[in-house]
């Protein structure tokens, strides 16, 4: 019977043993769970601010992007406003000067006019006199500065014009 008695001793100790053994090895699974957990969850912390840093940085670009483009059109708005206005000037500048050149043309052709008819009496002048005869020539003709004297009072600016050209 000692025997059965240390048998049964044996086995009493082997299944203490066993049962110590699953114990032990399920509080190691436990234990290097809760590490993977602790690992999975610093994982998931370190993403989640790469992540949050890094739609910050292309939110930053962005509004970086925008700001940029907003200050642009603003320039560009300015510009064009300031184009438009000397446009309206220019405008203006141009018709004033088309006018001056306008009146300037009438005067010259009022000027040609008067000289032509100038012209022509004097031609009727020689070509009426007598042959033989001799017209008496002053200085103005000499110099070839004959003007007509009622146009030459009635506006100096328009002698100085006959005179130019």
Do not use: H
Not at 28 to 52: T, W
């Amino acid at each position: 019977m000692s025997e059965a008695v240390l048998n049964s001793k044996v086995e009493a100790i082997v299944n203490e043993y066993n049962e110590l053994l699953a114990t032990q090895l399920e509080n190691q699974k436990l234990y290097f769970e809760s590490l993977l957990q602790e690992v999975k969850e610093e994982s998931e912390r370190k993403i989640s601010k790469a992540v949050q840093k890094a739609n910050s940085l292309k939110q930053q670009r962005i509004q970086s992007k925008i700001d940029r483009c907003k200050k642009e059109k603003k320039f560009l708005d300015d510009l064009n406003e300031n184009l438009v206005k000397n446009e309206e000037i220019w405008k203006a500048k141009v018709l004033d000067i088309e006018e001056r050149e306008k009146k300037a043309m009438r005067m010259m052709d009022d000027r040609v006019e008067d000289l032509e008819k100038q012209l022509r009496d004097l031609m009727v002048c020689l070509e009426g006199g007598k042959p033989g005869e001799q017209l008496p020539v002053s200085d103005e003709i000499k110099k070839g500065t004959v003007f007509d004297k009622s146009k030459e009072s009635s506006s100096t600016s328009g002698s100085e014009l006959g005179r130019d050209a």
